[in-house]
């Protein structure tokens, strides 16, 4: 189903560009092809099918959902819900406020913090189609626990008092949007505006993941990943979580990058972490965040997420030594 | 005249529906007051979680991402319901 790409890059790379198989610049460039054309055709079909079954679910909605439930139903709820709500960085805040004002505990939502920007349907999609389905779903296993168990330790440690005053007071009203009509023409416009909007918000990223991934994937010989990255290295992982903090990514956008690494032998558990780390752990998330919360959550929710990320990647590593 | 409040923290979505509105108010030869919320109490006390969102004459009628420029045609041209008080 998707060697169709790969014929394309074929035919565009080797054909028409008369680039050589085997070559850096020839594999660089059948790389880039590929990928670009997979991915962005990927996300744009994905999208567009979520947004005309009205399958994603707005922060509205979740909030609805999850508030006054007990914890064994939130927590899971609020991840996998958290997984199929897309919503741009900028409103963490007003999510956030939302959430804890309608009584909805901490934990549950820094769980649902955790899970949204680390698994969606798109980044799951296409980490199957490039690395395997078996992957794909431990990724989204293993992203779900993170969130339950990094949700529960905060309420656990009862992180309350480490969130800003203010948040506490704020009311919220209660307004709805007004539901669009549900005729065929309605369902495509709003359809095609998710894909402008999703589209329009990642390509950037996923265009920069690409590139990334074709020179690492035509110009880095393995030898240099075996030297420094392969099983023989334990500080492979921790540095794989420590270098994807600062980098900020769409977990799509990080996906090439971890085809590239996948394919030059690094561990999938190393790679995996990378790819949680960065979609995760961002600087401007923190920046973002620090409106809501002290600096020592802050720090705790980074201390805490890294060392859930380096422990799923240790795992990944032993499971498929 | 219609009052209209774009309600957001200042992100470029907030931005680019603010500068849509704008535009589509100039071509249209609307007259618009265009009010940019960014205190968060004032944000969540209109019920908006997901910014940017947008108010017109005192009804919340968006939320969530850069409104599409027909919609924004269409506030600008139905006259808002009066809000319940």
């Known amino acids: 189903m998707f060697a169709i790409f790969t014929r394309l890059a074929d035919l565009l790379a080797y054909r028409l560009m008369g680039l050589v198989p085997g070559t850096p610049l020839g594999e660089a460039v059948h790389f880039f092809i590929e990928d670009v054309t997979k991915i962005f055709v990927l996300l744009a079909v994905i999208v567009f099918a979520m947004g005309f079954f009205r399958a994603m679910v707005s922060p509205e909605q979740v909030r609805r959902i999850v508030g006054g439930r007990s914890g064994f139903v939130s927590y899971p709820l609020a991840v996998l819900l958290g997984a199929v709500t897309p919503f741009c960085s900028c409103s963490s805040v007003p999510l956030f406020i939302g959430f804890l004002e309608a009584g909805i505990p901490l934990g549950v939502t820094m769980a649902f913090l955790i899970a949204s920007p680390m698994i969606n349907e798109v980044a799951v999609v296409i980490l199957g189609a490039t690395l395997g389905w078996k992957i794909a779903l431990l990724y989204v296993a293993a992203g779900l626990l993170v969130g339950v168990g990094g949700g529960l330790l905060i309420q656990v440690l009862h992180l309350e008092k480490w969130v800003e005053d203010y948040v506490w007071k704020i009311r919220m009203g209660d307004a709805q949007v007004p539901q669009t009509e549900n005729t065929m023409a309605a369902r495509l416009a709003f359809a095609r505006g998710e894909v402008r909007e999703i589209v329009g918000r990642i390509w950037l990223y996923v265009l920069i993941g690409v590139a990334l991934g074709a020179g690492l994937h035509g110009f880095v010989p393995q030898s240099f990943f075996t030297r420094f990255t392969g099983a023989g290295n334990p500080f492979a992982v921790p540095l794989a979580v420590l270098i994807g903090v600062p980098l900020y990514s769409n977990a799509t956008g990080v996906i090439p990058v971890v085809e590239a690494l996948t394919a030059k032998g690094v561990p999938i558990g190393t790679v995996l972490a990378l790819m949680m780390s960065v979609a995760a752990l961002s600087l401007p998330e923190m920046i973002i965040l620090r409106k809501v919360l002290k600096p020592q959550l802050i720090g705790t929710f980074v201390l805490i997420l890294s060392a859930a990320f380096i422990g799923v990647g240790y795992m990944f590593n032993t499971l498929f030594a | ?85």
């Open chain 2, 1 to 85: 005249m219609l009052h209209i409040k774009v309600l957001g923290s200042g992100c470029r979505n907030c931005v680019n529906t603010a500068n849509l509105i704008e535009k589509k108010a100039a071509e249209l030869g609307v007259p618009v007051k265009l009010e940019k919320v960014t205190g968060m109490a004032e944000i969540m006390q209109a019920g908006v979680m997901s910014t940017p969102g947008v108010v017109v004459d005192g009804k919340l009628v968006h939320a969530g991402g850069v409104p599409s420029p027909k919609t924004v045609a269409e506030w600008l041209k139905t006259p808002a319901p009066s809000s319940p008080a």
